[in-house]
């Protein structure tokens, strides 16, 4: 499934100025540690987080993620956004608290 | 470097840095304290600073033996190891910006054993703070002090709960530039009345004891 699909089917607000919604996702990850995501997280990985701060980037980066999912609305920093644009990283937003997000989107990516 | 008469110097997990910086402080009169800033599994940062390198190394010691994976340059930056005459002598391969995997009440208990001070790192901001990252301070751990940043200090930012009323917390309350860049040192800082820059007399200060005090 592509990321454009699945920010139009939930209804994610895209924060990042950014060029790559085609891109296939492979799976998803959740967590609010980045030690946690960086052991385990995979390439194309869509990352559900709480996290704001800007070294959410960098783990995305590093991990090579498809994208940041930002839970229950919150706010995406200043910095967060403007390093999500050089490294070409989405940062998208939903209202909705992380059990429901991940719940349909598991279901979308064929998880149940 | 703004009038400081004390530095101290806390990188990422690692002291590499210290010696040569403190080489430097006794030429330029700048009392430079050695320490760490720790990261613990639930990604608390801790800062912990010691009189002496011996203690300091083995802290290192400690954490280096709980902390994994490698960096990578093209996304964090350089770790590199410098030596008073500004000539890098070699560099650090080790994930520094990650999470050891030891407790936060370990990192505590650590740095006590080594007669370290304990300080909780920029608890008012929303990320790597105890109060970010737990919701509360855990019940009989042996703080020595709460950091606030220099947004508290600047009122720039305010995490309702976390920055608003800190002093609630029951922990002396010490506040630092957190530079990651030279530019940013002394950003933010605080006044000790002691006889001497030493752990003890920290200490001593942030009890009030003797005499000794804590303005921020």
Redesign the interface.
Same mark, same amino acid.
């Given at each position: 499934m592509k990321l454009h699909q699945i920010v139009k089917e939930l209804g994610l607000e895209v924060k990042s100025k950014v060029s790559n919604l085609d891109k296939e996702v492979s799976g998803g990850y959740a967590s609010d540690l980045l030690s946690d995501v960086i052991a385990n997280a995979k390439k194309d990985n869509i990352w559900i987080t709480l996290q704001i701060h800007q070294n959410i980037v960098g783990v995305g980066t590093l991990k090579e993620l498809i994208g940041i999912i930002i839970v229950n609305g919150r706010e995406p920093e200043k910095e967060t956004l403007k390093k999500a644009e050089e490294e070409n990283i989405p940062i998208m937003v939903t209202e909705l608290p992380a059990f429901e997000i991940i719940g349909k989107l598991y279901r979308m990516l064929g998880g149940c | 470097m703004n009038n400081l008469d004390i530095v101290g110097i806390c990188d990422h997990n690692s002291a590499e840095n210290v010696m040569a910086t403190q080489k430097i402080g006794q030429r330029e009169k700048i009392a430079v304290i050695g320490g760490i800033e720790a990261?613990s599994? @639930? @990604?608390v940062h801790v800062l912990a600073l010691f009189d002496n390198v011996k203690e300091l190394f083995e802290c290192q010691e400690i954490i280096y033996e709980k902390l994994s994976?490698f960096n990578?340059e093209k996304?964090?930056g350089k770790q590199l190891i410098i030596n008073e005459n500004n000539e890098v002598t070699g560099s650090n391969d080790r994930?520094l910006?990650?999470?050891t995997s030891l407790s936060l009440q370990k990192i505590v208990q650590t740095i006590c054993s080594l007669g370290g001070l304990t300080i909780a790192s920029h608890i008012d901001r929303?990320?790597f703070s105890i109060i970010a990252q737990l919701g509360f301070i855990p019940e009989g751990l042996l703080l020595d002090a709460l950091e606030l940043s220099l947004n508290y200090k600047h009122r720039t930012t305010c995490f309702a709960g976390r920055g608003a009323n800190p002093e609630l917390y029951g922990f002396p309350l010490v506040t630092f530039s957190d530079a990651h860049f030279l530019k940013d040192i002394g950003k933010s800082f605080t006044i000790f009345l002691m006889e001497e820059a030493s752990i003890g007399e920290i200490k001593k200060a942030l009890s009030g004891e003797d005499g000794r005090k804590v303005i921020i």
């Open positions: - | 990261a599994q @639930e @990604e994976g990578d996304v964090f994930l910006i990650g999470a929303g990320s």
